[in-house]
């Protein structure tokens, strides 16, 4: 079964920056659509970026758009969430999740469109 592990998590004053990395075992990796979900304190798993197999087509929640970029390299399995203005609003734990058989242009915003996830890592942006 194929895992994937979150790293990067932190905690940081707003303003700052942190770059959330997902390494993902086996070689699936590059046919899968990747995602990253949240769970803020008290709050529902909420929708966060998207990105394609390929990694050439994205989509961001309203909320980030314009602070966060996800990327995926194919060649290491890993998946990238680059987090720029972190707001406290941003904390939360993150999640990755992997559409494991995607085609080309397939996006997924909804969680149950993915098929495995990570265990999450915690941001913490304090004002």
């Known amino acids: 079964q194929v895992q994937l592990v979150e790293s990067g998590g932190g905690s940081v004053q707003a303003g700052e920056s942190l770059r959330l990395s997902c390494t993902a075992s086996?070689?699936?990796?590059?046919?899968?659509?990747m995602g990253w979900f949240r769970r803020a304190p008290g709050k529902e798993r909420e929708f966060v970026a998207a990105i394609n197999r390929s990694g050439g087509m994205t989509s961001y929640a309203d909320s980030v758009k314009g602070r966060f970029t996800i990327s995926k390299d194919n060649s290491k399995n890993i998946l990238y969430l680059e987090m720029n203005g972190l707001k406290p609003e941003d904390t939360g734990i993150y999640y990755c999740?992997?559409?494991?058989?995607?085609?080309?242009?397939?996006?997924?915003?909804?969680?149950?469109?993915?098929?495995?996830w990570g265990q999450g890592t915690q941001v913490t942006v304090s004002s």
């Open positions: 999740a992997a559409d494991w058989n995607a085609i080309l242009s397939t996006i997924r915003l909804s969680a149950p469109e993915y098929d495995d």
């Open positions: 086996g070689s699936a990796f590059k046919r899968a659509a």
